[in-house]
């Protein structure tokens, strides 16, 4: 993770990193530093904590340099202090990096050796001093080059020199990088969104790639020190705001904005009055599909886990659902008939980037679902399906698992539709109740607002809560106990519900809250059945299902019902109260909400 931000410029450049800095706070917030050259020297300042707190250490010593780097943190080798904060600074040279270097302990021997003293225990601070040792006998792009030669692992790099005081350089290998052209000034930035209200032109850095910013030029240089040309690409205006308004964090604003989510996502992609699907230019025949291979990430992979249900409810193909951060090591065999379909919010995804890699070095066709179009992942896969959800700044993802979970399904239905595994009645009465999707959710949402605050207090003294669903509500109940894990620290488990009787059920106990996902569909008595075994156990009972479900148990805590709707959607519906219930947890307890402790927003390390 960390965010790195680089301007050579004109003028001061200290305002734009520390905006640009805290639009990039959702990629790292335990530390935040900054580098310029004052007067010729490499001057750092940096601290633990938030860029807020960077920015009162700058008021009181402020930094005037015309060229600079920033950074904020996400540890990965050392605790979050103000030693192991980036910048990382010899006095020839200062670096902010995002990654991780997997040889750093033997490199830091071979630097002792040679006399240099570390100060962190970081593995960045291997790279400072070896560009310091390079630049002794070496010109700049050759001492660059050989540096990161001597790198194992996943860089990408902010440098500026002393010795070479008007230029920023920027380089990468495994983690994203861009560069932007302003007027007078250029940026470099871990992603456009931090360059955005800045420039809306950049280029995007490849693995090997070495650029070389001054105020009214970039240069770029591959791995042999060759000058190289590079694509320069104009951003779209973007018409979401990442914005909080009156809100008093984004993830209320993102689970709010669910209903419009939707009605973009349908809007897109679903053509009401010729009752059809939009989908051009897909990169395989449906027809031909032996196997689809669903791949993501904590709440990316709960869509693929969902979306495994409605493909192979509606169509024939063989469905696999894969964790990125396995599938990469595991040893695969590669079908040129199969779709691997990669979902990811950021796009940056370390884990599942590199899952996509290894698809696209054996030759297969690649398909990603991402939020952010002008991503690694988006620009490296075959075929793209964004899913329209605009900027998601909260570090828990609401509105874009409701993303993910509609183009998934969309792209079932489709399928289905091409490979004529459903009836075309029945395709266009799924399509009639996709329109119908986004009010039901805002149905949803409205009455979920006042009964959620009521429910979590019963949260407040247990010692862990449990969540269970059979069928495709036991993805959505992994999804509502990792949300309550990471927002509120409160330990959750999700399991399907007709696994409590093979060992989970030794959990429960006297005031357990438990959340029973009971839908009206095929499961819905079985569950019911189960939910009757927790009650008996003692267990507290929140019971999430349809209206008029008429279920009555004075045993049951609480009963939240949600509109009816076709089976295929019910999950989406389902996902709401479980947002809310952990986003309320979490407030109670005062945590911090868009930014839960030990974790980041785009997990760019393995
Ligand atoms: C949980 C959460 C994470 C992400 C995961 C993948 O709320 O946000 O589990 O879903 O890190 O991230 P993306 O979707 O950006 O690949």
Not at 15 to 38: F, V
Not at 182 to 206: C, F, Q, R
């Amino acid at each position: 993770m960390c965010g790195i931000i680089g301007i050579a410029s004109n003028k001061s450049v200290t305002p734009n990193i520390i905006q640009s800095l805290k639009k990039l706070e959702y990629r790292g917030y335990d530390s935040a530093g900054i580098a310029t050259i004052e007067s010729g020297n490499l001057d750092e300042k940096k601290c633990p904590g938030r860029v807020e707190d960077l920015e009162k250490i700058l008021l009181k010593r402020p930094s005037q340099g015309f060229i600079g780097i920033g950074h904020v943190r996400w540890a990965t080798h050392g605790i979050p202090n103000q030693v192991n904060a980036h910048p990382h600074s010899s006095d020839e040279v200062s670096v902010v990096h995002n990654g991780i270097i997997e040889n750093s302990n033997e490199l830091k021997k071979d630097l002792e050796k040679k006399g240099y003293k570390f100060k962190s225990q970081t593995d960045t601070e291997v790279i400072t001093f070896l560009l310091t040792d390079f630049l002794k006998d070496f010109d700049l792009v050759i001492a660059i080059n050989k540096t990161l030669k001597a790198l194992n692992g996943s860089f990408a790099l902010g440098i500026l020199f002393k010795k070479y005081n008007d230029i920023v350089v920027g380089a990468r290998r495994g983690s994203p990088l861009a560069v932007g052209y302003g007027p007078n000034e250029n940026y470099l930035g871990s992603d456009s969104y931090a360059l955005k209200s800045m420039t809306k032109k950049i280029t995007y850095l490849d693995d090997g790639d070495v650029c070389v910013l001054t105020n009214n030029k970039i240069d770029f240089y591959n791995s042999k020190n060759k000058k190289i040309n590079k694509e320069v690409l104009i951003l779209s205006d973007d018409k979401h705001t990442a914005e909080k308004g009156d809100y008093k964090d984004f993830m209320s604003k993102e689970i709010s904005e669910q209903n419009i989510t939707s009605k973009n996502c349908v809007k897109e992609y679903v053509d009401h009055l010729r009752k059809d699907i939009n989908l051009y230019n897909f990169p395989i025949k449906p027809k031909d599909i032996q196997k689809i291979i669903l791949i993501g990430c904590g709440t990316a992979y709960h869509s693929c886990i969902t979306a495994k249900y409605w493909f192979e409810e509606l169509t024939n193909i063989q469905i696999d659902i894969d964790v990125a951060s396995e599938f990469r090591y595991r040893k695969i065999k590669f079908n040129k008939k199969n779709l691997y379909v990669f979902v990811s919010q950021s796009g940056e995804t370390a884990d599942t980037f590199a899952a996509l890699d290894i698809c696209k070095k054996n030759k297969v066709k690649t398909c990603s679902i991402v939020n952010v179009v002008e991503s690694s992942i988006a620009r490296s896969s075959d075929f793209v399906l964004p899913i329209h959800a605009g900027p998601e700044i909260g570090v828990a993802s609401t509105k874009a698992f409701i993303g993910q979970l509609l183009v998934l399904y969309i792209l079932a239905l489709k399928i289905s539709d091409i490979r004529k595994e459903i009836l075309k009645p029945d395709y266009e009465k799924k399509i009639n109740d996709l329109k119908k999707l986004p009010d039901l959710i805002k149905k949803t949402l409205n009455y979920c607002h006042n009964n959620t605050p009521i429910i979590a207090k019963d949260f407040l003294k247990a010692k862990g809560a449990m969540f269970i669903g059979r069928g495709i509500s036991f993805p959505i109940a992994l999804e509502g106990a990792l949300k309550l894990k990471e927002l509120s620290y409160l330990h959750a488990e999700g399991y399907p519900a007709g696994e409590m009787k093979h060992g989970p059920l030794a959990l429960i106990e006297e005031g357990l809250p438990v959340v029973i996902l009971a839908p009206r569909d095929r499961y819905f008595e079985k569950t019911i059945s189960n939910m009757q075994e927790v009650i008996a156990r003692g267990g507290k009972v929140i019971l999430i299902t349809n209206e008029n479900s008429k279920i009555i148990s004075e045993n049951v805590r609480f009963t939240l019902e949600i509109p009816i709707t076709n089976e295929n959607l019910t999950p989406l519906l389902m996902t709401v109260p479980l947002q809310l219930l952990a986003y309320h947890v979490a407030a109670l307890k005062n945590c911090d909400i868009d930014k839960p402790r030990n974790l980041a927003k785009s997990v760019t390390v393995e």
